[in-house]
T-cell receptor, first 111, second 118 residues
């Protein structure tokens, strides 16, 4: 079993829709939770991160962490065609530790 | 500083040959990571350095793989006796701060080195 599970999609929604992306994990030691976005033929880039449980909002993006359920989500409001990319959840424990990525969800926003 | 640079961008080699990839991180970043990514998958952790010290190496990594960061600046990843299963994108990333600092979450990735083993 992988430490981090993510639905690979693909997910296709119309422009303006609210998008929900999710990951589950098994390692209770994870403390930091990140979302990266990867465009085709590019390296991933960080969208946002949260520490422990709770919500964090940044513009059209909201990240949620529920440590009791070992479940994290990323919501995208008013989705745009430029949001079409692969979204990767990632997480790590505290202290000096490696970052583990999910397999990524491919998202397509239809104009 | 132009970000994280990786060289070469694409390498085609025959099975059994050795290949070496180079990564130049952002100059002030003290942590450097190597990941491997195959089509439709997320980046798979290989190893990471804090300055010149290699702190962790994936258990999935065979002895054919070795990485160095001799002076805490650039890093090399060598694959000996390549196999077709080694074909993948090899991503390098760097970050500032280690430990519990939030900077450790902010990985800056290079564009990757794509390896094709024939």
């Amino acid at each position: 079993q992988k430490e981090v599970e993510q639905d690979p999609g693909p997910l296709s929604v119309p422009e303006g829709a609210i998008v929900s992306l999710n990951c589950t994990y098994s390692n209770s030691a994870f403390q930091y939770f990140m979302w990266y976005r990867q465009y085709s033929r590019k390296g991933p880039e960080l969208l946002m991160y949260t520490y422990s449980s709770g919500n964090k909002e940044d513009g059209r993006f909201t990240a949620q962490v529920d440590k009791s359920s070992k479940y994290i989500s990323l919501f995208i409001r008013d989705s745009q065609p430029s949001d079409s990319a692969t979204y990767l959840c990632a997480m790590r424990g505290s202290s000096a530790s490696k970052i583990i990525f999910g397999s990524g969800t491919r998202l397509s926003i239809r104009p | 500083d132009t970000g994280v640079s990786q060289d070469p961008r694409h390498k085609i080699t025959k099975r059994g040959q050795n290949v070496t990839f180079r990564c130049d991180p952002i100059s002030e970043h003290n942590r450097l990571y190597w990941y491997r990514q195959t089509l439709g998958q997320g980046p798979e952790f290989l190893t990471y350095f804090q300055n010149e010290a290699q702190l962790e190496k994936s258990r999935l990594l065979s002895d054919r793989f070795s990485a160095e960061r001799p002076k805490g600046s650039f890093s090399t990843l060598e694959i000996q006796r390549t196999e077709q299963g080694d074909s993948a994108m090899y991503l390098c990333a760097s970050s500032l701060n280690g430990g519990t600092g939030s900077g450790a979450n902010v990985l800056t990735f290079g564009a990757g080195s794509r390896l094709t083993v024939l």
